[in-house]
């Protein structure tokens, strides 16, 4: 299913997926349109299919229900994944072995297999798979990766990254399970995840706090902030990790904690991911960010700028403000399937960084602390824990076992 680009060939993009993101990108995608072209859209969900197509005013784009149509295509260079997580690995894999490139939406995977065999698709089907972890591509994020690197800021003891706002009483409510709406293919929707009646709260957007669909903020808002702690510290291999936290107080039919503490070990410093549903007071005086503790002074960083803040007079203050991070992200992609400039975030450091939130949801998930083998990609010990490694696909969106392998 391959084309060859010639250099002033636009390359030709399908998006996968039209909801929140899915929109997104096509704006972003659109505003490079001397470099691609959007030729269609697949959605399982006919009302998302026609609002896209009246929010971008391309009632000639065309539209399929089945993602599959999409890969069958021969003039199609690549695909944007902006499935729900749940879909991420499957759709990946699938349109790597149709020969599509692909810019796939984070967090990476919905679990740790699923995440391995992403790699290797991308690796064995030689495509480029680009995450959708867009603050790598922002200028002031490069910047402060810079400065933790250089040293300025001195032994760095602890990386914070938090997310706090206050969803109490009701969060996203309590719904019924319902018949399913007319025109969503809840089957296709679910895909991978086990079968169950439709309820409005799985579905559209808050699917984000349901262990069948995702990792509730954890994998969503956390895989942004520890990506960026765990790119700026070079590493990515945690020791030891352990969580605890609750669904307190928020009242709905959410499964995933409303508090939430994940402490990861590394050999000399600790990272550690704050999730508070049920207060907004802000941490560090912000309601969510990365924050870099060094025995010289501090570094704050969030999309919004970075600032560092020195302890007494150890090191001098410095304050900028933020940059763009989806376009250049967008154009990276594009450049990486054209001139193979290497991507800002490519499959496996997506992948490895995403594999840190899913760890310290396994931890809270079975309440022991869980070490990791980083070479041999496996949790160590625990038959718990080795459980929520994987999952077990409803057929037939399985993953060939044969690309579950370290990476
Ligand atoms: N990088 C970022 O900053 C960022 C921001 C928002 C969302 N995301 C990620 O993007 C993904 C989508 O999130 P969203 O908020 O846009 O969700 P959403 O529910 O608004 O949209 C998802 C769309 O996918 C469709 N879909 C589901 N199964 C499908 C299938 N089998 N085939 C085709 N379409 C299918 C749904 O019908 C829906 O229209 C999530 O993984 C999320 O984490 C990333």
């Not at 020969?99 to 065999?117: D, T, Y």
């Not at 994020?141 to 990254?161: D, N, P, Q, Y």
């Not at 019924?176 to 991978?192: H, R, S």
């Not at 995702?214 to 990515?236: P, S």
Request: net charge positive; charged share 25%.
């Amino acid at each position: 299913m391959r084309r060859r680009l010639s250099a002033n060939e636009k390359i030709q993009i399908a998006i996968i997926g039209c909801g929140g993101i899915g929109r997104h990108h096509y704006g972003q995608f659109d505003r490079l349109k001397n470099q691609c072209t959007i030729v269609a859209i697949a959605d399982v969900y006919q009302k998302h299919i026609d609002e896209f197509r009246t929010m971008t005013g391309r009632q000639d784009l065309e539209a399929h229900t089945d993602y599959q149509r999409v890969l069958e295509r021969k003039d199609i260079d690549a695909v944007v994944v902006a499935t729900p997580d749940h879909w991420h690995a499957k759709m990946t894999i699938d349109a790597c072995e149709a020969g599509k490139h692909v810019f796939c939406e984070k967090p990476a995977m919905h679990n740790i297999a699923e995440g391995l065999a992403m790699v290797h698709a991308a690796r064995e089907h030689k495509r480029v798979v680009s995450i959708g972890l867009q603050q790598r591509s922002g200028e002031h994020f490069k910047e402060a990766i810079e400065i933790v690197r250089s040293g300025r800021l001195g032994k760095i003891t602890m990386v914070h990254c938090w997310n706090v706002g206050n969803e109490t009483p009701d969060g996203i409510g309590n719904p019924p399970d319902e018949p399913t709406p007319p025109g969503l293919d809840w089957n296709m929707w679910l895909g991978p995840a086990p079968m169950r009646p439709y309820n409005r709260n799985r579905c559209i957007y808050h699917f984000r706090w349901f262990w069948d669909y995702a990792g509730g903020k954890v994998a969503d808002w956390g895989v942004h902030l520890m990506d960026i702690a765990l790119w700026a510290m070079n590493e990515t291999d945690p020791l030891e990790i352990s969580a605890t936290g609750g669904k307190f107080a928020v009242r709905d039919n959410r499964e995933t904690p409303d508090t939430v503490e994940c402490l990861y070990r590394f050999k000399d410093w600790v990272l550690v991911y704050s999730h508070r549903a049920a207060n907004g007071y802000p941490m560090n005086g912000r309601g969510y960010g990365t924050m870099f503790f060094g025995t010289n002074g501090s570094l704050f960083v969030d999309r919004g700028g970075l600032e560092v803040h020195p302890d007494g007079d150890r090191m001098p203050a410095y304050k900028r403000g933020g940059s763009a991070q989806s376009e250049p992200h967008a154009e990276n992609f594009l450049a990486a399937i054209r001139e193979g400039t290497p991507l800002a975030c490519d499959v496996e450091a997506g992948v490895r960084s995403t594999i840190v939130p899913l760890l310290g949801n396994i931890a809270y998930r079975t309440g022991e602390t869980i070490r990791w083998d980083a070479k041999r990609c496996q949790v160590i010990g625990s038959r718990n824990a080795t459980a929520l490694f994987s999952r077990n696909w409803r057929a037939p969106w399985g993953i060939p076992r044969r690309y579950i392998k370290p990476i």
